[in-house]
């Protein structure tokens, strides 16, 4: 069958279905564009599951368009997609913000390349795809319009918050067990939407591709050895009870 007539079919169904979870006229508009195919294959391409690939989980058309539809990107905004994965969100935001204006990253090589090779065969050479670490962003560009994480992380990374412009948004999975869908602005205040399940974030030596994989473990751990460290109140000052 025509891919085209897939990709009606396809939005048609997250338009109308019980969630409608497109609901923007561009996104619809954008995804009927972006030829899935070239990222995923034809025979996953419009089913709407999650499934592998190169050691990734790639996004339901569903789970993307909540994503998308919470980022609410304006036509030219300069946007970072960190978590470049297969490069389709990357490919449905330069159909409404412009190729030039999409920057992605990962911090899987591997991902990297596929994503790259992927824009380019759907048409969209001119998204920027990088290997960096997401934690860090991509501050050579910076300020973005509008930052999307594909990953968990139980707090917005610090490093994201400085690159948002003032009036800019982060949308991101937010907390360990029990994720919900935050757009986050630039002082790190969190507007919730609803439950979501993502992996987490990984950082250098915890690519898909390496043994440890659980960033938000790591934190957890991170945060329990600093509450540890930290001077609780009796500690302040000598109190001469008598």
């Known amino acids: 069958m025509d891919p085209a007539v897939l990709r009606g079919d396809m939005v048609d169904s997250l338009q109308h279905d019980s969630k409608g979870v497109v ?3 561009w996104l619809s508009a954008a995804m009927r564009a972006v030829p899935r195919e070239a990222f995923v294959g034809e ?3 419009y089913s709407d599951r ?5 050691g990734t989980r790639v996004l339901s058309p569903s789970t993307a368009a909540r994503l998308l539809e919470a980022l609410a990107p304006e036509d030219g905004d300069e946007v970072l997609v960190v978590g470049a994965g297969v490069g389709y969100t990357a490919a449905v935001l330069a159909e409404r913000v412009g190729a030039a204006n999409v920057q992605a990253i ?7 390349i596929d994503a790259r090779q992927n824009l380019a065969k759907a048409g969209y050479e001119g998204v920027l795809v990088d290997r960096r670490d ?4 991509l501050p050579e560009y910076a300020p973005y319009d509008r930052i999307l994480l594909e990953a968990a992380a139980i707090e917005p990374p610090r490093a994201l918050l400085a690159q948002l412009a003032d009036d800019g948004r982060l949308v991101m999975p937010l907390g360990a067990n029990q994720q919900t869908l ?3 602005d630039a002082d790190g205040e969190a507007q919730r939407l609803g439950s979501v399940a993502f992996r987490p974030m990984l950082v250098e ?3 898909a ?4 994989r659980n960033r938000t473990r790591r934190e957890d751990q991170e945060h329990a050895r600093r509450n540890a460290q930290s001077r609780t109140g009796w500690e302040q000052d000598w109190i001469d009870w008598d």
């Open 182 to 184: 935050a757009i986050v």
């Open 106 to 112: 990962d911090i899987t090589r591997r991902l990297v």
């Open 209 to 212: 591709d390496t043994v440890e």
């Open 50 to 54: 999650p499934f592998e690939r190169l």
């Open 43 to 45: 025979q996953q391409a």
């Open 134 to 137: 997401g934690a860090d962003g």
């Open 23 to 25: 609901q923007s006229a």
């Open 205 to 207: 030596g915890e690519q």
